[in-house]
């Protein structure tokens, strides 16, 4: 028997849940993909997207990755984020972190992992950057906890600093980025307080310009 008899079985079981429940699920759900938001999230199986916050298949548009990284190199989730803002004209992009992140604990330690080391170098340089707030907390579980917040934080900026969500802005399109944070020992979400609607609110240095590429003369 296959090792994976048993999760067919649960669809099936599943499947027919949904239909006793409401025979046109299918139908319905087939017929349209709206979601009104983009989920950012960890792929720890801890932090399934649509069940922490109540919503049913077709209201949340998913994205996973170890330690819900955005990083600017990343085509995935850049194409993601370009299909959300753009196609499906999401209003709420949301980032959400957990604490007790793998990914998390391991960026803070010193040991190689093998490849993932280098995508968790995003989050060691959100420690660098964070490192004085960071090492002024002395219980060390504490200061872990920090850095997950921290880094839901620098990934909302880093959604923000795409010209995907800049040039929605520039349109007039009303979008929001926020950081929320779940706390896997009670189930609770946090908001982090750090919603982005206007490029204005970011440093300048990311800030940029939706005018039409004009050709300049480089000196060389
Ligand atoms: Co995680």
Redesign the pocket.
């Known amino acids: 028997m296959s090792d994976l008899q048993h999760l067919f079985e649960n669809n099936r079981r599943w499947a027919e849940d949904q239909l006793a429940q409401d025979p046109l699920y299918f139908k319905k759900l087939a017929a349209l993909q709206a979601p009104q938001y983009l989920w950012i999230g ?3 199986s801890r ?1 399934p997207a649509n069940q922490i916050v109540g919503l049913l298949p077709g209201e949340v548009f998913v994205h996973r990755n ?3 990284l955005v990083v600017h190199t990343d085509m995935n989730a850049l194409s993601v984020i370009q299909f959300a803002v753009e196609v499906l004209q999401i209003r709420n992009i949301i980032v959400c ?2 604490y007790d ?4 604990h391991a960026a803070y330690e010193n040991r190689q992992l093998g490849q993932i080391d280098n995508w968790l170098r995003n989050i060691k340089d959100v420690y660098h950057g964070n490192r004085h707030e960071l090492e002024a907390i002395s219980k060390e579980s504490r200061r872990i906890d920090r850095l997950c917040e921290l880094n839901v934080i620098e990934q909302v900026r880093n959604v923000c600093h795409t010209t995907i969500v800049q040039n929605a802005w520039a349109k007039g399109q009303d979008l929001s980025v926020h950081g929320l944070i779940y706390d896997i020992s009670n189930g609770i979400i946090q908001d982090l307080s750090v919603c982005i609607n206007d490029a204005d609110q970011l440093s300048g240095i990311y800030q940029m310009s939706s005018k039409p590429f004009q050709k300049v003369k480089l000196a060389v």
């Open positions: 960890c792929s720890d932090v170890v330690a819900n972190g957990h992140c793998g990914g998390v």
